[in-house]
């Protein structure tokens, strides 16, 4: 194992369903197999990170498969990447969630490696869930901010989405290790955006520079989506646009039984300077 005391950041050994660091500080296995190194005093709110609702509608998303080509790309990236030797290696899967994608890598990665793959994520109903589905992966509640994992620990890191402070990811990713970071192309879920705003405005095109590493490729990932009402609500509740939309949306998009909307993604690969 290779997590790390959140509090002190020495070493955790576990005992008997029990994280512990030489300083005595302790951590409980739950149940579902994940851990909770989230300390009460680096919280921002009781229950941080998505809501019961945000967690269903995602799950249920993804469950119809409608990422499927987008967690393919990236399992072929890694999987062409990633030795297929007997070394050890690890992967962190940051702002997991309820471990669509960590769970599909954890267990088809391991046919052709020795990897041990983690998922992190900061809502602890997201990991709980994970953590019953997926046996093959690791599960940990913590800030993605503060990676409670040694010191050039991960042979690979992926962000979808999920926001990391860069000093982070150089200190956890080994040397020569890599970064697969997901963000939205400028067309991404323009269709959806347009029930909201009356101009929609294309996501950011910049290339994410993050320090420490360099930039090795970058693809782009575009494809159309029809949904039926239900997935078409469920897709909006996955997104920030969920905030600003009215109850009358919502409506009339869950009675809408084929809703276009068109999906683009970057897939860039980054590798440690």
């Not at 576990?14 to 994940?34: M, P, T, V």
């Not at 962000?159 to 040397?175: D, G, N």
């Not at 996501?203 to 420490?212: F, L, M, P, R, T």
């Not at 920030?240 to 970057?266: R, V």
Request: charged share 20%.
């Amino acid at each position: 194992m290779q997590y790390q005391c959140p509090l002190c950041h020495q070493p955790l050994q576990l005992d008997n369903q029990i994280w512990l660091c030489s300083n005595h500080h302790q951590f409980d296995r739950a149940k579902e197999g994940y851990v909770n190194l989230m300390p009460v005093q680096h919280k921002k709110s009781k229950n941080p990170g998505d809501n019961q609702m945000m967690m269903q509608a995602r799950r249920q998303f993804l469950d119809a498969g409608y990422y499927q080509p987008l967690r393919d790309a990236i399992f072929s990236l890694l999987d062409n990447l990633l030795p297929d030797d007997s070394t050890s290696q690890t992967l962190l899967d940051i702002g997991c969630g309820e471990g669509y994608y960590t769970g599909f890598f954890a267990e088809k990665l391991k046919l052709r490696r020795n990897i041990t793959v983690y998922g992190l994520d900061i809502a602890k109903g997201a990991i709980r869930s994970a953590a019953k589905r997926y046996a093959s992966a690791e599960f940990c509640v913590a800030s993605s901010h503060l990676l409670p994992f040694s010191n050039q620990s991960m042979d690979a890191v992926l962000r979808i989405y999920a926001p990391c402070k860069a000093q982070e990811l150089s200190r956890v990713v080994k040397s020569d290790g890599l970064i697969v970071a997901v963000t939205p192309a400028p067309n991404h879920l323009i269709q959806l955006k347009g029930l909201i705003y009356q101009v929609p405005q294309p996501h950011d095109d910049s290339e994410e520079h993050i320090d420490g590493f360099y930039l090795v490729e970058s693809q782009r990932l575009s494809y159309g989506l029809n949904l039926p009402g239900e997935q078409a609500v469920n897709l909006l509740q996955m997104t920030p646009f969920a905030w600003k939309a009215s109850e009358q949306l919502i409506a009339e998009l869950s009675d809408n039984t084929d809703f276009y909307c068109e999906t683009d993604f970057y897939i860039r690969l980054y590798r440690k300077n």
